[in-house]
């Protein structure tokens, strides 16, 4: 996500110390060209948008 432009930011959720850790290591991380353009392939963007959880699960969550 941090290639993807400024205005672009992870949102990191966890339950546990050790995913957040992990998660913060990922800003590390640099990507090439191959491996953004793989990742384009994967998870073309706009293609992965939509909600979150589907009509039983938005149930469950009282909103």
Do not use: C, N, W
């Not at 957040?20 to 392939?41: F, G, I, P, R, Y």
């Not at 293609?47 to 909103?63: D, I, N, Q, S, W």
């Amino acid at each position: 996500m941090l290639a993807q432009g400024d205005e672009i930011g992870p949102i990191p959720g966890f339950k546990r110390g050790g995913a957040m850790e992990h998660s913060a290591k990922a800003a590390d991380v640099e990507l090439d060209a191959a491996d953004l353009a793989k990742l384009e392939t994967a998870a073309p963007r706009g293609g992965t948008a939509g909600p979150r959880y589907g009509e039983r699960g938005m149930r469950m969550v009282r909103l």
